[in-house]
Antibody
Framework: EVQLVQSGAEVKMPGESLRISCTDS????????IAWVRQMPGKGLEWMGI????????RYSPSFEGQVTISADKSISTAYLQWSSLKASDSAMYYC????????????????WGQGTLVTVSS | EIVLTQSPGTLSLSLGERATLSCRAS???????LAWYQQNPGQAPRLLIY???RRATGIPDRFSGSGSGTDFTLTISRLEPEDFAVYYC??????????FGQGTKLEIK
């Protein structure tokens, strides 16, 4: 079974870099897409992008392209979300989730979620 | 980019009542890629419905989804205490890019 475990909460200053992680402890990591979803305080869900760890195919939402980097290390079943220079507006909860996609049926949805990583950026 | 608009923003109902939540897309979407989620405070979202009308594993049958094209509906037939939460619809396109609605908060009246 898929079990996504995310790294712990982070408190950073503006301008700092950060990488958070999402590890699948229970499944073949290379067989599915991993998505990152942002939830700002008191707000809704925003799809940021996805990666297929099997071949590192990565796709971004236009809203997040160039703002973050999504990567993965399939040897340790871990996906990453990275910032090179944080801003206060990056403060949010970040979830990783398995983005299931069946090319035959067209079904696409997020069936397994990590517990979330809270990122706080403040001076 | 397809925009999903959910209504109402907040829905106040009593236990045992029927809840009807709406999700409208800015352009026609495939029913296959339309899903619904429930989120409780401090928790990750939980998949309820996929393919517009298929219940996910373990979801009670009081939850049902319907719709096609640009208009989709999540119905909860008889509200239980644990149903009061925030609900999101989601769609994904052919390139696997996805979007969520802004959410409907279901609160106890």
């Amino acid at each position: 079974e898929v079990q996504l475990v995310q790294s712990g909460a982070e408190v950073k200053m503006p301008g700092e870099s950060l990488r958070i992680s999402c590890t699948d402890s229970g499944h073949t990591f290379t067989d599915y897409w991993i998505a990152w979803v942002r939830q700002m305080p008191g707000k809704g869900l925003e799809w940021m992008g996805i990666i297929y760890p099997g071949d590192s195919d990565t796709r971004y939402s236009p809203s997040f392209e160039g703002q973050v980097t999504i990567s993965a290390d399939k040897s340790i079943s871990t996906a990453y979300l990275q910032w090179s220079s944080l801003k206060a507006s990056d403060s949010a909860m970040y979830y990783c989730a398995r983005q299931y996609y069946n090319i035959l049926t067209g079904h696409s949805y997020f069936d397994y979620w990590g517990q979330g990583t809270l990122v706080t950026v403040s001076s | 980019e397809i925009v999903l608009t959910q209504s109402p923003g907040t829905l106040s109902l009593s236990l045992g009542e029927r809840a009807t939540l709406s999700c409208r897309a800015s352009q026609s979407v495939s029913s296959s890629s339309l899903a619904w989620y429930q989120q409780n405070p401090g928790q990750a979202p939980r998949l309820l419905i996929y393919g517009a009308s298929r219940r996910a594993t373990g979801i009670p049958d009081r939850f049902s989804g319907s719709g096609s094209g640009t208009d989709f509906t999540l119905t909860i037939s008889r509200l239980e205490p644990e149903d009061f939460a925030v609900y999101y619809c989601q769609q994904c396109g052919n390139s696997l890019g996805c979007s969520f609605g802004q959410g409907t908060k279901l609160e106890i009246k």
